[in-house]
């Protein structure tokens, strides 16, 4: 085969039907669409983005349509479980991103929160509190996004604005 010359190994000693190969190769088509997709979304948002996996779709589906005209061929099964794995890569890919995303959520949440939190104890015209916020807000909000030093600036501020509070709370005589 033009595109992988090598054969494929492994797969079920079972009969797999072509049609069943045509229709996993198809799934596996459209799910490697939509990761390349949302891989182009986290390339432009996220710094370190999860690692997309190799397309395995065309050159399967070539496999698949050398096997089929030889059928019944051991290679459908080989190329049904080489799809299935494919499959599983890109459902861990999507999981990896969706966590990525959801962090980067949570991170956005934590230091709104902790703004308006900051805001009722101190007013918005707290400068160096202001700073420390614009920092952290831009490490998350501007692409492209590196959670890890976006998290250390979050939590640089919420430091702060914990240490702050609870200074002030001392002044004050609240305990």
Same mark, same amino acid.
């Given at each position: 085969v033009?595109?992988?010359?090598?054969?494929?190994?492994?797969?079920?000693?079972?009969?797999?039907?072509?049609?069943?190969?045509?229709?996993?190769?198809?799934?596996?088509?459209?799910?490697e669409?939509?990761?390349?997709?949302?891989?182009?979304?986290?390339?432009?948002?996220?710094?370190?983005?999860?690692?997309?996996?190799?397309?395995?779709?065309?050159?399967?589906?070539?496999r698949?349509?050398?096997?089929?005209?030889?059928?019944?061929?051991?290679?459908?099964?080989a /190329?049904?479980?080489?799809?299935?794995?494919? /499959?599983?890569? /890109?459902?861990?890919?999507?999981?990896?991103?969706?966590?990525?995303?959801?962090?980067?959520?949570?991170?956005?949440?934590?230091?709104?929160?902790?703004?308006?939190?900051?805001?009722?104890?101190?007013?918005?015209?707290?400068?160096?509190?202001?700073?420390?916020?614009?920092?952290?807000?831009?490490?998350?909000?501007e692409?492209?996004?590196?959670?890890?030093?976006a998290?250390?600036?979050?939590?640089?501020?919420?430091?702060?604005?914990?240490?702050?509070?609870?200074?002030?709370?001392?002044?004050?005589?609240?305990?």
């Amino acid at each position: 085969v033009a595109l992988d010359p090598e054969p494929l190994v492994g797969g079920s000693p079972h009969s797999v039907a072509g049609v069943d190969v045509e229709a996993r190769v198809a799934e596996l088509a459209a799910a490697e669409a939509d990761a390349a997709r949302l891989n182009s979304q986290n390339e432009r948002r996220f710094r370190k983005p999860p690692a997309l996996p190799r397309a395995r779709a065309p050159s399967l589906r070539v496999r698949l349509a050398v096997a089929r005209a030889r059928e019944p061929n051991p290679e459908l099964a080989a /190329i049904d479980a080489e799809a299935v794995a494919t /499959i599983d890569e /890109i459902v861990s890919f999507n999981q990896k991103s969706r966590r990525l995303g959801e962090y980067l959520e949570h991170l956005r949440g934590t230091l709104e929160t902790n703004r308006e939190r900051a805001a009722r104890h101190f007013g918005d015209e707290d400068l160096p509190l202001a700073d420390l916020h614009a920092q952290a807000a831009r490490a998350l909000w501007e692409a492209p996004i590196d959670l890890g030093a976006a998290r250390m600036l979050v939590e640089r501020y919420i430091a702060e604005v914990d240490r702050r509070i609870e200074e002030d709370e001392k002044d004050h005589g609240e305990v």
